[in-house]
């Protein structure tokens, strides 16, 4: 059989850009995405609103829900600081398979660990696996029918803690209204909307970013 879309990504990457420069991965992954085949990348234009949340929360322990090929995986952990972690889910093995590649590629696989799985069953985990306290910064970007009940889960796990910020991809397209009640109508966060653009496209969407306030 042939090959898939991750794969193909992948390629792109290996013969586009330059191993260990996470900002030539970047650009290879939204240039194949724009000009290519398009694929569910966080994006470049709401990859500058992540940009400048992280950079402001400066996270020392970071979550990601939903690696796909590690494109926001890089984006994120190329922006930590020094002995910063970043702890990466997904359930999809061959997803998991070419963002291990990816984020190799990029240099960055001694920040990020990539575990396999439903965040449902890794998340009560993570404190025993990985000594967690709490997660300063979480992106949401798995998928929206898994954003409130594993926001509940990190809650009642203790794995957020006043200050912890979650950012949340897709909140318009394609959509969790559910969400956007939950954290818009709790008295536990304090949530604000970044408009912006379906990756790669005109169509809006955008980024809920939510401090959890304990
Ligand atoms: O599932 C996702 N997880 C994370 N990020 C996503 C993302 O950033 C996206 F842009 C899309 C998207 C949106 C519009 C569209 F037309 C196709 C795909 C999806 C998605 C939505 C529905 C599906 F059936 C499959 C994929 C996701
Ligand atoms: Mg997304």
Redesign the pocket.
Known sequence: TGSSRPQRMLKAVQKNATKGDPESVISAIDYYCRHKE?A????DE?GLILDSVLTEVNPSTALEL?T?CGYSTVRIARLLSPGSKLITVEFNPAFAAVARQIIAYAGLQDKVTLVEGPSGDLIPKMKARFGIKSFDFVFL????DRYVPDTKLLEDCGLVSEGSVLLA??VI??GAPEYLKYVRNSPRYESRYYKSN??YTK?E?GLEKSVFLG
């Not at 970007?141 to 929206?144: N, Y």
């Open positions: 398009w569910m990348n966080v994006g709401k939903g796909y970007d798995h998928w929206k991809d897709n397209c394609p379906l990756e169509v969407d």
